[in-house]
């Protein structure tokens, strides 16, 4: 049987994946750790979905109520809100001294019709908590559905953690790779086309042209359906990398935008060439308030996709309506 110790350290992070492609694998592989975190009286945080909650109470009785429960929703909406929102949470558990077994399982089944794959992009996040929360001391064990991925996300999946719960026990994961390199490749990514007509497209060269290109981009996005909140988010997002383009890349700096279904897609190309870090906006920002643009833009935004080509630099934004919603005006 597979325990967990509680004690990891940045050394040695105990950030697993089960890999279900049953009912019964969950039955088989996470019911006995839950066993015996119940009686060795270590404590474990679930936020998995609403059926294998199901199979778990169902397995376990009413010794499920010895487990802390956490809600799917308030955790699972745009995906650098999924990472922070579980940053925070071990890092509040390490600094009151408990270490909490979280058992996780993101929710990706009820996706529309996007433009780009949410699995994958939340796997950069996966990545990143391999450096970043690896210091709270705190065990992390993530669910994914093979019936519900292709074989080349669940091959991801495998890469960016360092073991994986199997019926031999817990192994480590020979296609494991470092964040830095995962994310080094997923900067590297097709990025998708652009489509040929725009809603908005719009020049500056200038940070005095900000505020018509900020009243466009909330009129737009209100126009389609989003909340006053919602828009005012779309707007902040899209406000902040204009502004590294004008301030940290070189106009003029080229705003286009554009609806594909429910999602809204922003795209701001600068010319100065300069290459973003693969880990920027990942890492929470500095005291000193460096960093603080696109790691708020990730969190305002569901994708958010870099580029460099030759001397432009390419930032996209994904704002899938039913996602950028949740948690927000009743939503």
């Not at 992009?121 to 210091?135: H, K, P, R």
């Not at 828009?231 to 070189?250: C, I, M, P, S, Y």
């Not at 432009?312 to 948690?327: D, I, M």
Request: hydrophobic share 40%; proline share 5%; charged share 25%.
């Amino acid at each position: 049987m597979t325990t967990f110790s509680g004690r990891s350290t940045r050394e040695h992070f105990e950030h697993a994946v089960l890999v279900a492609d049953s009912d019964d694998a969950l039955d088989r592989l996470l019911v006995p750790v839950l066993r015996h975190h119940i009686r060795s009286g270590e404590p474990a945080l679930l936020v998995v979905s609403r059926r294998t909650e199901r199979i778990v109470r169902d397995r376990l009785g009413s010794a499920a109520g010895k487990l802390g429960w956490g809600d799917p929703g308030a955790f699972y909406q745009r995906l650098g809100f999924v990472y922070e929102g579980f940053r925070r949470h071990l890092e509040q558990e390490h600094a009151e001294g408990r270490s909490v077994h979280v058992i996780a399982e993101p929710d990706f089944t009820a996706d529309l019709d996007l433009p780009v794959d949410r699995a994958t992009a939340y796997l950069a996040y996966e990545a990143i908590c391999n450096d970043v929360c690896a210091g709270f001391g705190c065990p992390v064990t993530c669910i994914w559905d093979s019936r519900h991925h292709s074989a080349e996300v669940i091959e991801c999946v495998r890469s960016v953690h360092a073991h994986e719960l199997t019926a031999e026990g817990r192994q480590r994961n020979s296609t494991f790779v470092r964040a830095r390199e995962h994310l080094e490749f997923q900067t590297h990514a097709t990025m998708p086309p652009a489509p040929r007509r725009f809603d908005i497209e719009i020049t500056l060269y200038a940070t005095a042209e900000l505020g018509p290109s900020r009243a466009a981009v909330r009129a737009w996005a209100g126009c389609h359906g989003f909340s006053v909140t919602a828009a005012f988010q779309v707007t902040t997002a899209v406000n902040e990398v204009l502004t590294n383009g004008l301030e940290h890349g070189r106009p003029p700096v080229r705003l286009r935008a554009w609806r594909h279904g429910t999602t809204l897609a922003v795209q701001v190309d600068d010319h100065g060439g300069r290459r973003i870090p693969p880990d920027a906006g990942y890492r929470p920002p500095r005291l000193d308030g460096a960093g603080i643009g696109l790691w708020m833009t990730r969190q305002l935004a569901d994708v958010v996709l870099t580029r460099t080509t030759g001397d432009v630099t390419t930032v996209r934004l994904y704002f899938p309506h039913a996602v950028t919603h949740r948690g927000l005006d009743g939503g």
